[in-house]
């Protein structure tokens, strides 16, 4: 008897990304504004307490900081309540300081939330982000985006290439 093994489809930022999660030229004046105002928005979507959702973002920045270079930083956390992936993108107004690994200041952050206990198809969603926000296409595309909708159509779009 030939069994088939269940091949699982990728995780993509569709899956964790909701177009009210986008936001557009955002205007705050340091990193510490920035994730206070990302972590309340996803901390209400996600239906978690906004200090649990600050505080684990706030533990891991300690670690290190997220900035990625580019212009683009991946802030994140894992939260034990969670269940699935939940993002917030922000393509700001003017950059600020992230203490990026390249020393340039910051103008897109991806927000992400990820469930304490990482599911083998669930646990990729970072990895997903960072693979779409490395492409220069797609970072010229958010940075010129009119509109959420054409922000969100084209951070989706990174998915399939």
Not at 1 to 15: F, G, L, R
Not at 83 to 91: E, K, N, S
Request: with cysteine; glycine share 10%.
């Amino acid at each position: 008897m030939i069994t088939q093994m269940q091949v699982e489809a990728p995780i993509k930022v569709s899956d964790f990304l909701l177009p009210n999660g986008v936001l557009i030229d955002v205007r705050v004046s340091d990193k510490a504004r920035l994730l206070e105002q990302l972590t309340a928005r996803a901390a209400g979507a996600a239906g978690l307490d906004a200090g649990e959702v600050a505080g684990g973002v706030a533990k891991r920045e300690d670690l290190g900081s997220t900035g990625v270079g580019d212009g683009v930083a991946l802030p994140h956390a894992r939260l034990r309540l969670l269940r699935a992936p939940l993002g917030v993108l922000a393509r700001l107004s003017h950059p600020i300081d992230f203490d990026a690994i390249d020393g340039k200041p910051v103008d897109i952050v991806f927000l992400l939330l990820l469930p304490e206990a990482e599911d083998p198809g669930k646990g990729k969603a970072l990895a997903c982000v960072a693979r779409a926000l490395r492409q220069p296409d797609i970072l010229r595309k958010i940075r010129g985006a009119p509109n959420r909708d054409a922000l969100f159509q084209t951070i989706i779009g990174a998915d399939e290439g």
